[in-house]
């Protein structure tokens, strides 16, 4: 484990720091806005023309979002959705990596501040994810979408929505350490899952009854994207895991179907890495080359789309 993580996981311990499986949704949210507001404020962000807070309409009300411009000529849009295994997280969680993806890719990041779980089960995050891409389909400029955990589970999801609804195009997806498959018996959970490095299996499994209470078909490939049929036509996808995630052999397995279907597919490992990790980019370099990196991609996956008149 990277020493940045150990101490992280020492000083949790060494608090006596509930998991988020043992409190109440709005308790974890608390914890996590916590540890957020906690971390030292990165120097190293990359400078913006203009960071703004907007609504756009959706089917079930009002979606936040936050729109990070980047200086310069704007290559294309990139749908963004925070962690937070679909029950903690806002606009704020993601807001230092936006800005990071904003600047080195030279796209408008927009980040989706959509509904949720409990209060807002399946299916309306991924509604509001949805209403967010087919908005920003509008701006006219070619599409990418990423997300982190959860967040790349409802982008992943949306991806396979449009495919199969014949439309927004997307020209790439990013999905960092995602959540595809509702089976807890993979060996990264049964190895990892059960040591408490900041995610473990009880929570994920907590994540999941409150995303998914017993109404919803957690087979559903919308819920469940390794389940899909077929990945055929489905965007090329950069993928990234942590070694020491419990999510981590889910992920691989969905970049191994993507592949098996003729999807383009790019997969990285954070060695020594936690669940999240891209979130010590201001403080391991390893990690921000690796979120530079990510922006080189979706920068060149919108360079190359076909040659789009829109570039």
Aim: aromatic share 8%.
């Amino acid at each position: 484990m990277h020493p940045y993580f150990q101490a992280i996981v020492a000083a949790y311990a060494a608090a006596d720091r509930p998991f988020f499986h043992q409190v109440t949704p709005a308790v974890a949210r608390d914890m996590m806005r916590a540890a957020q507001n906690a971390a030292p404020q990165p120097l190293d962000l990359p400078a913006l023309a203009s960071v703004t807070d907007e609504q756009v309409d959706g089917p079930n009300g009002h979606i936040g979002i936050r729109r990070y411009l980047p200086t310069g000529d704007v290559a294309g849009t990139c749908v963004f959705c925070h962690a937070g295994g679909w029950v903690l997280g806002d606009l704020d969680t993601a807001d230092n990596l936006c800005r990071r993806l904003a600047g080195l890719a030279g796209v408008e990041v927009i980040s989706v501040d959509y509904r949720l779980a409990p209060e807002y089960a399946f299916p309306a995050p991924l509604d509001d994810v949805h209403a967010v891409l087919c908005w920003a389909d509008t701006l006219q400029r070619p599409l990418v979408v990423a997300g982190e955990s959860a967040g790349a589970n409802l982008v992943a999801a949306c991806a396979i929505q449009v495919r199969d609804e014949g439309g927004p195009h997307i020209v790439g997806q990013f999905l960092a350490y995602p959540v595809t498959d509702h089976n807890f018996e993979t060996e990264a959970y049964q190895s990892i899952g059960t040591r408490n490095w900041l995610l473990s299996r009880a929570d994920m499994q907590w994540f999941w009854d409150q995303y998914c209470p017993p109404s919803v078909d957690r087979s559903n490939s919308l819920v469940s994207p390794l389940n899909l049929v077929t990945a055929a036509g489905l965007p090329q996808a950069l993928l990234l895991v942590a070694e020491l995630d419990p999510l981590r052999d889910e992920g691989l397995a969905y970049a191994a179907l993507l592949e098996a279907h003729g999807v383009p597919v790019i997969v990285k490992e954070g060695r020594g890495m936690l669940h999240g990790y891209l979130n010590a980019a201001g403080a391991i370099p390893e990690v921000a080359a690796a979120v530079a990196e990510a922006a080189g991609w979706m920068r060149a996956c919108i360079v190359n789309s076909s040659g789009d008149s829109r570039i």
